[in-house]
T-cell receptor
Framework: DVKVTQSSRYLVKRTGEKVFLECVQD?????MFWYRQDPGLGLRLIYF???????EKGDIPEGYSVSREKKERFSLILESASTNQTSMYLC?????????????FGPGTRLLVL | GNSVTQMEGPVTLSEEAFLTINCTYT??????LFWYVQYPGEGLQLLLK?????DKGSNKGFEATYRKETTSFHLEKGSVQVSDSAVYFC????????????FGKGTHLIIQP
């Protein structure tokens, strides 16, 4: 079974802090994704990565950056956390076989910024 | 751009009732279509998918048919159980490369015994 793990289930940070969210997958997938999930808005794509050291902006990249130094790990960075970044963050990975490939999701990190 | 529209709910049904959750989409090209399910406190799991027109995806008694002429991918189940209570997301994948999924806003389903 594919396993996608996220470093924390819950995080509480203060405004202005630098925040790192880590995601690790164990299936050698090339593609990895970060989404945020908010009530009434569904899931929105923040960033994705085709492969190691490659990254592309998604629909809402402002205030975020990412890092992919190893194939299995994709990090989301909030350079200076703000209260409007309080949300559920979901990581996903996928084999790069095409549009029909399934994305596998981690359990999510619920971030509260005070 | 791409978009997915689905009923948001909550949808409340009695156990053994018939379920339909409507999903319609707008996309360029020929997208792949997915239904994901999120149980309380968990991440999203793939429920079923269809990659071309007229394909039917099915899993755990749930079904959905890719209807290109009506741009729809409605989710159905003949007899729901309390354990089906969850949030259901319709999604599509379109375009080249490693682009992400475009999701609907999710439908909260509540099944009462």
């Amino acid at each position: 079974d594919v396993k996608v793990t996220q470093s924390s289930r819950y995080l509480v940070k203060r405004t202005g802090e630098k925040v790192f969210l880590e995601c690790v997958q164990d299936m050698d997938h090339e593609n990895m994704f970060w989404y945020r999930q908010d009530p009434g808005l569904g899931l929105r794509l923040i960033y994705f990565s085709y492969d190691v050291k490659m990254k592309e902006k998604g629909d809402i990249p402002e205030g975020y950056s990412v890092s992919r130094e190893k194939k299995e790990r994709f990090s989301l960075i909030l350079e200076s956390a703000s209260t409007n970044q309080t949300s559920m963050y979901l990581c996903a990975s996928r084999f790069s076989g095409g549009l029909g490939e399934t994305q596998y999701f981690g359990p999510g990190t619920r971030l509260l910024v005070l | 751009g791409n978009s997915v529209t689905q009923m948001e709910g909550p949808v409340t049904l009695s156990e053994e009732a018939f379920l339909t959750i409507n999903c319609t989409y707008t996309a360029t090209g020929y997208p792949s279509l997915f239904w994901y399910v999120q149980y309380p406190g968990e991440g999203l799991q793939l429920l079923l998918k269809a990659t071309k027109a007229d394909d039917k995806g099915s899993n755990k008694g749930f079904e959905a048919t890719y209807r290109k002429e009506t741009t729809s991918f409605h989710l159905e189940k003949g007899s729901v159980q309390v354990s089906d209570s969850a949030v259901y997301f319709c999604a599509l994948s379109s375009g080249g490369g490693a682009d992400g999924l475009t999701f609907g806003k999710g439908t909260h389903l509540i099944i009462q015994p």
